[in-house]
């Protein structure tokens, strides 16, 4: 088994710091907090600086590379900056497209990407009802008889689903009964009469602000259906074993962050005329945030390698979800906490970060949600032969 | 435009260690470009953008150790065409005068040359001298200081260039071939794309020992033998020792006290 | 020994001559290259047993004019070359050492003869990071030395031998650069970088601005400050080189200038070892940063955590009202 860095992964991380360090200065980091949005010379600088097309296909202008360097990636980006970016999701959107979407939509799509850095829309996928059970989603489009579709329902934890142009929207094909398995996507412009947003306040992430989406009588066109009819559903399962990955990676990163605060914290406070470090429930701290960073990592790794080795991962990318989130939480809590009232504060970066770690519990797949998925295979797995 | 650039590899400081005794431990230093050299090579490689068809080589020279898979590829990566390294224990020690004569040799076997682009100095001895050095060597004029150049194009041959002295702003109409050495403010280092870091293993790179470029080292030692010189030793200087009487601006009692003090110290 | 003196400017030429005669030279001869038809009136003031100069001629960039030195320079003969820190001499004299295959030792930190024709130097590397020790010997060595390292040598200003007058001017002819050197450069524009008006050398008190100072406005506080003090106003390299706040003669470091006053005051500064070799040898240093683990505090008399734009200002008044109740 071999853990050390490729010179090119080493050489990325270099970039990536270096990156980090000129165009995301601490304060600004806090007003993307506060304004709830990322700037467009930020985006536009991330994307000159090459990162944006790492990972998309040659053919239209990416750098391809395997899932352990995006894992890598992103941990890095997320542990140099100590925060959250809507970066990723970008280029997992622009990936979907080039999945699923024709020519033209995929012209259309990069053509934005590749000049702004930002994907043409946001994805509609949950619904109050219905998030990680997809089935139980009840927005739908009627076929009339002009030959154009009518779409009506709600979706909701839409992230910048208020800011960019466009929405990618699921919904099921004429019947939203649970039973109906066919559906298909659509690309619906914000614009389109008919849809209206209303904002959602988060308590962390606020970074990638989400809103609700309202479809009343949308019209929409058979040139606006993305990909294959009724084969929405197949779509929709496709990505999002890597997107647990990535997830875990940003989770990771951002908890690395807090433990260097907290560990170098511990040498320099001091009380009762001794640095913190010097008690032993310090260190006890220290040593499980250490562990739980750990295992974290190589569960995120080894996953990511069993997907470039072209290994099924429905179960372990469950099990790391489910772990990666909960322990990077626990990790930024005790970081919190050995900073005593000062963690308690937004004088540290530490309350941010466990809350963005907190809302990894729930975000792409809750905590829950990865033992559904992973328990019964597992009793599979280990049934008697 | 041919244009070299040459590039010395030092050691990363933020990795060399003091030691209480003042001596350096640098065993966990790794080696790397030196800082300054990456602004010349980021300003040659923009230089080489304006002239369709050329070419950026860089040139380094120095012990075995400087050798590296990862420092190859992160020279590579930042738009150079092709590296060629000169490897030789005795190259380890060699001040400006050896290491530009090796310059020049290489650039001689190399073949046409435009314009040598060097660094504002070397991170770790910043003596200036290479560009000085090497420029007699080839037989050239050499200028320091340069802040910004322009190219009025290859039939007009001409670069002027901005220098930053110490009591002007210099602008010179030059013709090439010329040696310069330009200041960090030229340009800043580019960060290196995963598309660049990718190709970077795949451009050309060459090693020479000083016996291939034809060197005679014997004669390079004996013509240097005006001034020979000996590292006695490295050290840390001998800090004086001061007080570091501190206090805090947040107590409106601490900033008190702090502007008597300074008050008492200033007289 | 004979000596080869390389200046621009008096009192940098003032102190290499002292300097000469500390290792030993026998005579030192003052070179002086300009755009004047003769030599300055200061350099015929100085303790040279000769002076030479040379005119340039109107376009001709001082880096060109080492033929026109060369035959002269070599001709003196001598043991030992000192030159000034600036970056056309370092050019010059430096071509100059290699017509001599030798080689310009720059960022000289001490200098000591040890025996005839040798010396022990030291120079600074990685910035100050440490210094390296070297031993040199040679039939010529040649050095560039910065402002006040021949003071550091003897504890105490040199003092000049003012008995030793140069008898005559020569006046170096120009002679155009050889055919046969490639490249040609003429100077076509030449703007003087307006002075900062103080002499840092000369004064008793210097405050020095960091990264520190986020925007230049904030800069009105420090230049309040040094003119409550009557001190001189200096930076770190950044705010000379990156953002043009100062001038280039106002930065102090390891390739900018080394000063000695009897108080330091940093403000903004985090103390980067190549901006603390320029200033290690003040009486007093004080120091002003928002960072509480600056390396600048682990090495001054005085430091405050706080907001420059907070504590400078208390200061200034503080020095004000202190300043009146001395009447």
Known sequence: ?385 | MEIIVALKVVLDDQDIALASDGSLDTSRAHQVASLYDLNALEAAVQLAALEEGSRVTVLTVGGPEIDDSKLRKNILARGADELIMLLDEAARDWGSFETARALAAMIAKRGTWDLVVCGDGSADRFAQQVDVQLAAALDTLVFDAVVAWEWAGAQDGRLSLKRKLEDCEQTLACTLPLVVSVMPDIATPRICGMKEILAAGKKPVSVLTAAELALDLADIEKSGGATRFELIETRAPARQKRAARMYEAASSEGLRVFCAEAAALIG | MRSLIFARQADTAAELLAGARLLGASSATLVVIDQNPSAPDWAASLAAERLAHLALPEGAPLETALESILAFAEGEEAGLVLVEPSRSLKVLVGGLAARQASSLFCNVTHLRATGAGSYEAGVLYFGGLAEQRLALSGPVAFFCVGAGVFASETQEPVVLDAEVRAAECLELRWVEPRAERRGTARVVEERAIESSGTDLAQSEIVVGCGRGFRAREDLALATALADELGAGLACTRPLAETEGWFTHEQYLGVSGKTLRPRVYIGAGISGQMQHLIGINRAGAIIAVNRDRDAPIFAQCDLGIVGDLREVLPALSEALASGATDRG
């Open chain 1, 1 to 385: 088994m071999d853990f050390s860095y490729t010179d090119e992964q080493e050489l990325l991380i270099e970039s990536i710091d270096e990156f980090v360090r000129r165009s995301m200065p601490d304060d600004l980091i806090t007003r993307m907090y506060a304004e709830q949005s990322v700037p467009d010379e930020l985006t536009r600088a991330y994307l000159e600086a090459g990162f944006a097309l790492i990972g998309l296909p040659e053919e239209y202008g990416g750098v391809p590379c395997d899932r352990v360097t995006l894992g890598i990636l992103t941990e890095r980006f997320a542990h140099a900056s100590g925060c959250l970016t809507p970066f990723l999701n970008n280029v997992l959107a622009v990936n979907d497209m080039i999945d699923f979407g024709n020519e033209e939509q995929i012209r259309l799509c990069l053509e934005t990407y590749l000049e702004e850095g930002k994907p043409l829309f946001s994805l509609g996928f949950s619904e109050p009802g219905a998030g990680s059970d997809n089935a139980s989603m009840s927005t739908v489009t009627r076929r009339q008889a002009d030959g154009s579709f009518l779409l009506n329902g709600q979706k909701t934890w839409v992230t910048a689903g208020e800011s960019l142009p466009n929405v990618l929207v699921a919904a099921k094909d004429e019947d939203p009964s649970p039973d109906n398995r066919s559906m298909s996507m659509w690309l619906v412009p914000r614009t389109t009469a008919g849809l209206s947003t209303s904002s959602l306040h988060k308590i962390g992430a606020e970074i990638m602000p989400f809103c609700e989406m309202f479809f009343d009588d949308v019209v929409l066109t058979e040139d606006m259906r993305v990909g294959v009819a009724g084969e929405g559903f197949k779509n929709l399962m496709k990505n999002y074993e890597m997107e647990r990955c990535l997830i875990i990676a940003q989770c990771l990163g951002i908890a690395q962050a807090a433990m260097d605060d907290a560990a170098a914290y511990t040498g320099e406070r001091e009380t009762f005329g001794k640095p913190i470090i010097s008690y032993q429930l310090i260190q006890q701290k220290l040593t499980d945030m250490e562990i739980a960073l750990l295992n974290t990592r190589n569960l995120l790794y080894r996953t990511l390698w069993m997907i470039d080795t072209g290994q099924p991962v429905r179960i372990e990318s469950a099990l790391l979800k489910r772990y990666g989130a909960q322990a990077c939480t626990q990790v930024a809590s005790e970081a919190l906490q050995i900073y005593g009232g000062l963690g308690f504060t937004t004088e540290t970066r530490l309350g941010r970060i466990w809350k963005d770690c907190r809302g990894m519990e729930i975000a792409g797949g809750t905590n829950e949600i990865m033992v559904h998925i992973a328990g019964r295979q597992l009793a599979r797995r280990y049934a008697r032969k």
